[in-house]
T-cell receptor
Framework: NAGVTQTPKFQVLKTGQSMTLQCAQD?????MYWYRQDPGMGLRLIYY???????DKGEVPNGYNVSRLNKREFSLRLESAAPSQTSVYFC????????????FGPGTRLTVT | GESVGLHLPTLSVQEGDNSIINCAYS??????FIWYKQESGKGPQFIID?????DKRQGQRVTVLLNKTVKHLSLQIAATQPGDSAVYFC????????????FGKGTLLTVNP
């Protein structure tokens, strides 16, 4: 079991460029999440998917879009990157039927210049 | 502002001492709490959880205490080891929020040999 995997690990973008962060989980979880983590701050929820076929906005959704491709995969897209989106992005998954615990991937460190 | 917060941003202890990390919350509808550990360059990792109908829960070298009267929880680490050095986050689930977690800002624990 790999758990939650994320690609890429690092990325540098110029302002205005677009990119997609990939996330996959092999635990057969129904729910998946995207967070961003900025220095001195906790994790802030960008978008989540309670189940395959559904997505909902979190606390900081502006500038992002998501796609729940199937039960395993949940991608995060930046259509026009801005320096304010420089952050570490974490994907997580959980199975509500088993409790509230979320399992996190290793993160993607994104820098927008 | 954030519902979940921490009293101290940093904590430095000697190896072998006990560590106590504190967290305050403000939402009376919070019904579940998790402590996560995040090592440098990694994603958060589950440590221990507690439901709001409990006051105390113990794990291996860790204990979580919940005081609902003052809306406060703490994580106690016994015989702290260098490998315990990390950022610790508390997170809460608010009843009816569809299993979403709200994270605090985190406490950096440094263990001195």
């Amino acid at each position: 079991n790999a758990g939650v995997t994320q690609t890429p690990k690092f990325q540098v973008l110029k302002t205005g460029q677009s990119m997609t962060l990939q996330c996959a989980q092999d635990m057969n979880h129904n729910s998946m999440y995207w967070y961003r983590q900025d220095p001195g701050m906790g994790l802030r929820l960008i978008y989540y998917s309670a189940s395959e076929g559904t997505t909902d906005k979190g606390e900081v959704p502006n500038g992002y879009n998501v796609s729940r491709l199937n039960k395993r995969e949940f991608s995060l897209r930046l259509e026009s990157a801005a320096p304010s989106q420089t952050s570490v992005y974490f994907c997580a998954s959980s199975e509500p039927g088993q409790g509230y615990e979320q399992y996190f991937g290793p993160g993607t460190r994104l820098t927008v210049t | 502002g954030e519902s979940v917060g921490l009293h101290l941003p940093t904590l430095s202890v000697q190896e072998g001492d006990n560590s106590i990390i504190n967290c305050a919350y403000s939402n009376s509808a919070s019904d579940y709490f998790i402590w996560y550990k995040q090592e440098s360059g990694k994603g958060p990792q589950f440590i221990i959880d507690i439901r709001s109908n409990m006051d105390k829960r113990q794990g291996q070298r860790v204990t979580v205490l919940l005081n609902k009267t003052v809306k406060h929880l703490s994580l106690q680490i016994a015989a702290t080891q260098p490998g315990d050095s990390a950022v610790y986050f508390c997170a809460e689930n608010i009843r009816g929020s569809n299993y979403k977690l709200t994270f605090g800002k985190g406490t950096l624990l440094t263990v001195n040999p």
